[in-house]
Nanobody, 125 residues
Framework: VQLVESGGGLVQAGGSLRLSCAAS????????MGWFRQAPGKEREFVAA????????YYADSVKGRFAISRDNARNTLYLQMNSLKPEDTAVYYC???????????????????WGQGTQVTVSS
């Protein structure tokens, strides 16, 4: 399984970014997917997750109403639209696949088995 994130960068507070995660080596449409992030000196934390069919989504309280997770199963790609960015959103963002096919989305990192290398998001004040 290979997951490759892209779309990170430097943005001013209040700005937007769209992250992408290209997946290969698995039947993408079978698996719930998630986004996590890790800021310097902090533990990795859950950001958002989406069911295998895109019908259900889950968000951390800290990003609810600002971020939107989506997927395109025809393109084997996961997205994270991030709006109204804040300096506290600065982190490395990782996409991940759930360990089990057809399982509902999880919010705990140990429920996810494959991870990308991460993409840096920096929000300046």
């Amino acid at each position: 399984v290979q997951l490759v994130e892209s779309g990170g960068g430097l943005v001013q507070a209040g700005g937007s970014l769209r992250l992408s995660c290209a997946a290969s080596g698995l039947t993408f449409s079978w698996y719930a997917m998630g986004w996590f992030r890790q800021a310097p000196g902090k533990e990795r934390e859950f950001v958002a997750a989406v069911s295998w069919d895109g019908g259900s989504t889950y968000y951390a309280d800290s990003v609810k109403g600002r971020f939107a997770i989506s997927r395109d199963n025809a393109r084997n790609t996961l997205y994270l639209q991030m709006n109204s960015l804040k300096p506290e959103d600065t982190a490395v963002y990782y996409c991940a696949t759930h360990r089990s096919p057809w399982a509902p989305p999880g919010i705990h990192s140990d429920q996810f088995g494959s991870w990308g290398q991460g993409t840096q998001v920096t929000v300046s004040s």
